[in-house]
């Protein structure tokens, strides 16, 4: 079955960006001229996802108004003339059907995983992270629906990140089934450096079977006092077969302020209307 619906759970508080998270959820932080979580967004449509869950919390209505049509914006930019960022504004409200559902309390990303349940019905699912945003040739998401094409099972996005990091990620034990596929033989939450079987980190995105609400449903709270989707994962791992896609492409965690920088920086580099400007200003600052 063609995966056609995705969840985003977006109800944390994003501590970490305090105070600027006080009253502005994380996910709408800038990179350059987008909130974070279009980025991602546009990354499960390019992959062909048709419907979208947002997983919600207390202070999270501006991603809500970000998604729908501002028709008093689009009138004020129509009148002055200005076609291009009103197609940029009405696109943002046309990518995808879009939904809310509210997760009441802060209970982990499984708990948030568990309130998409109706929403996905008997259908496999996609999981995006907007911590993580991925800059690829192709979207990260579509390779990992390739892999799920394939074998028709569950698929995790993985990662080499270095070993003094591993304790941050969710990490697995694998086998090798070809260029960047892997079979994955067990699933461990945060580990400690000597206790992680691998160097390959869980990221966030994934494709999913409606099999994994059993696991979840009644689960006990894992480490960090959370319901934990790798815990359910792993149970769901005894009945089903679980598949990892090294993906290509530069992660960038913009959940951390430090690679919340990098991103921007990165991103920038790109863009051709900065024409040089950005680096030759980079290089004056560093003094190369």
Same mark, same amino acid.
């Given at each position: 079955m063609r995966v056609k619906k995705a969840v985003f759970p977006v109800a944390g508080l994003g501590t970490r960006f305090l105070p600027a998270t006080k009253s502005t959820p994380k996910e709408m932080l800038?990179?350059?001229?987008?909130?974070?979580?279009?980025?991602?967004?546009?990354?499960?449509?390019?992959s062909g996802i048709e419907q979208?869950?947002?997983?919600?919390?207390?202070?999270?209505?501006?991603?809500?108004?970000?998604?729908?049509?501002?028709?008093?914006?689009?009138?004020?930019?129509?009148?002055?003339g200005k076609d291009l960022e009103l197609h940029q504004v009405r696109e943002i409200a046309e990518m995808a059907? /879009? #939904?809310?559902?509210?997760?009441?309390?802060a209970l982990g990303l499984g708990h948030a995983i568990q309130c998409a349940k109706d929403f996905v019905g008997d259908e496999p699912f996609a999981v995006l992270l907007g911590d993580d945003i991925i800059d690829s040739r192709q979207p990260c998401l579509s390779q990992l629906l390739e892999v799920y094409e394939q074998y028709g099972c569950p698929v995790l996005a993985l990662e080499q990140v270095p070993m003094e990091n591993i304790s941050s990620y969710g990490c697995v034990r694998?086998?090798?089934?070809a260029d960047r596929v892997y079979r994955v033989l067990d699933l461990v939450e945060k580990p400690a450096r000597s206790e992680a079987p691998s160097d390959l980190a869980i990221i966030g995105?994934?494709?999913?079977?409606?099999? /994994? #609400?059993?696991?979840?449903?009644?689960?006990e709270p894992g480490k960090g006092g959370e319901i934990q989707l790798t815990d359910a994962i792993k149970k769901l791992a005894l009945e089903s077969s679980i598949y990892g896609c090294r993906f290509e492409g530069v992660r960038h965690d913009c959940g951390d302020k430090l690679g919340f920088l990098k991103a921007t920086v990165d991103m920038a580099l790109k863009r051709e209307e900065f024409n040089g400007a950005f680096e030759a200003f980079l290089r004056e600052r560093l003094g190369c």
């Open positions: 800038p990179l350059i001229d987008k909130p974070l979580v279009q980025y991602v967004v546009e990354e499960a449509v390019a979208i869950l947002f997983v919600t919390g207390r202070g999270k209505r501006a991603i809500e108004d970000h998604f729908d049509i501002a028709f008093e914006l689009e009138s004020l930019l129509y009148d002055k059907n /879009i #939904f809310f559902v509210r997760q009441k309390e694998a086998e090798h089934l995105r994934y494709v999913l079977t409606p099999g /994994i #609400f059993a696991h979840l449903e009644g689960q």
